[in-house]
């Protein structure tokens, strides 16, 4: 019998409006006990969640990350949900062009501010 290893899942941008308000939901008791560490990632200085154990149980840790950094801070992180708003159009495509170089499996992109003229969809 094989055991299931619950993944780690982080969120870039969890400083941020939207990203306190995501790492409030995985921190809730629906999702408590389906990751094995939540990762915040912030290009900030400080963090409104501290690193440790959260009151759920779930392993709650920071990373700091920067354009230059993207590779190693995404490492050992097999889901990524994106929350970085509008002004951060730039570092999100940084962002989707280090997944190959990572262990991330899914991927949950950020809708928010996404600039669609630069699609080429057919009209």
């Not at 409006?17 to 990762?39: N, P, R, V, Y």
């Amino acid at each position: 019998m094989s055991s299931i290893t619950r993944p780690v899942v982080a969120i870039a941008g969890a400083t941020g409006h939207l990203g306190k308000h995501i790492t409030t939901a995985f921190l809730s008791s629906t999702f408590q006990d389906k990751f094995s560490e939540i990762i915040l990632l912030s290009r900030k200085e400080s963090c409104l969640f501290q690193p440790s154990s959260s009151q759920s149980g779930v392993k709650l840790t920071a990373r700091r990350y920067n354009e230059n950094n993207l590779e190693e801070a995404l490492q050992g992180i097999q889901i990524l949900v994106n929350a970085i708003g509008p002004t951060g159009h730039d570092f999100k495509t940084k962002i989707a062009a280090a997944l190959p170089q990572t262990d991330i499996r899914v991927y949950f992109p950020s809708e928010f501010g996404v600039d669609h003229y630069g699609h080429d969809f057919v009209q």
